[in-house]
């Protein structure tokens, strides 16, 4: 189904850009940061909201960041605190930064480097965040390593407590930290998606022969997580069970970059690709898809309804983004830079 843009469009980044992030820890508006892509020119974190009327979307802070931002995270217990992986020349690095009490003064701050992660040899991929509330450890993920960071912020203290390698043979490229389990980490390695344990550094489980871009827990069931993939789109497994994936979808008919679960809706799901194209999903995972169903069992249920596909865009769709909160409320960034905001309600009312 395509339906009609009903969007509202930030016009505010001047450059291109891929990451976007739910401002979770503000409880009192719909926010979400954005960071710029650019090689030549200075870059810029947004932290945007939308009005209190909930049609237009205001840019409520702008602030300088010098180099390219691949990986934006935003605190989820300190609204003002964030992380960036970004690039400079050949050099990759990943900091912690807090966001500067705004001023009449200075339109463009800069953000306040709170501490650099800097103990990575290898290209750095993700810091991951525990997603339900404070937490002092941070997950850092570089092509070859995992790390565990414990963070002091107030005293700008950054100490690795763990370290791992996958080893020269395998690539890491992301990953997601499981909201129901402070030691579990799922990490996207080559055709592979390695769940490891924080406690023993060691790989616990794996979905094996999966080309995954990107991956996300079900936030309301343990053992639940989606995968982006290249070959089959997306995906949803039940870690316990890791042979066979309990549904399928078809995806995007380009690559599908990046998917997300709905953090109140249970089966909403989000998906976008370098099709322009965002896809909501409606997915219902429950008691029937059980150990005991066979794979035919499984393949017959595979495909669920789409509720909609958001065609408004000229360029792929790197970032997509829930609102904490309002769970009825998405963004998504596509690459040119364009930031767009929709509500899902319709579709909830039909559920």
């Not at 947004?46 to 995270?73: A, M, T, V």
């Not at 799922?186 to 550094?201: E, F, G, H, P």
Request: hydrophobic content about 35%; charged content about 25%; overall charge negative.
């Amino acid at each position: 189904m395509q339906g009609a843009s009903t969007g509202i469009v930030y016009g505010g980044l001047k450059y291109q850009a891929r990451c976007i992030a739910d401002v979770r820890a503000d409880p009192d508006h719909t926010s979400f940061l954005a960071g710029t892509l650019s090689l030549k020119e200075e870059n810029e974190v947004h932290l945007i909201r939308l009005s209190p009327s909930g049609n237009e979307l205001l840019c409520e802070g702008l602030f300088y960041h010098q180099n390219e931002i691949w990986d934006l995270k935003s605190c989820p217990y300190d609204s003002r605190i964030l992380s960036t992986v970004y690039t400079s020349g050949e050099t990759y690095g990943a900091s912690v930064w807090k966001i500067p009490e705004i001023s009449s003064q200075s339109n463009s701050p800069q953000l306040d480097q709170l501490v650099s992660l800097d103990d990575h040899t290898a290209k750095i991929k993700s810091v991951l965040w525990w997603p339900l509330g404070k937490h002092d450890k941070l997950v850092t993920i570089d092509e070859r390593n995992i790390f565990v960071w414990s963070i002091d912020s107030s005293n700008k203290i950054a100490k690795v407590i763990s370290q791992e390698s996958v080893g020269m043979l395998h690539n890491l490229s992301g990953g997601a930290w499981d909201p129901h389990d402070r030691n579990a980490v799922a990490a996207i390695c080559d055709s592979s998606l390695q769940c490891w344990d924080l406690r023993t550094m060691k790989n616990a489980n794996a979905i094996e022969h999966a080309h995954i871009r990107d991956v996300d827990y079900n936030p309301k069931k343990q053992h639940i997580l989606a995968t982006a993939e290249d070959e089959f789109g997306i995906r949803l497994w039940d870690l316990r069970m890791p042979k066979i994936p309990l549904k399928e979808l078809p995806g995007h008919s380009h690559w599908t970059w990046a998917v997300r679960h709905n953090p109140e809706y249970d089966g909403l799901i989000l998906s976008a690709g370098t099709d322009s194209t965002v896809n909501l999903w409606q997915v219902s995972v429950g008691s029937e898809d059980s150990a005991i169903d066979s794979p035919r069992d499984k393949r017959s249920r595979q495909i669920d309804p789409l509720l909609n596909s958001y065609t408004d865009y000229e360029d792929s769709i790197y970032g997509i983004a829930w609102s904490s909160q309002d769970p009825s409320v998405f963004a998504s960034l596509s690459y040119d830079g364009r930031v767009v905001v929709e509500s899902v309600k319709p579709y909830i009312q039909r559920k």
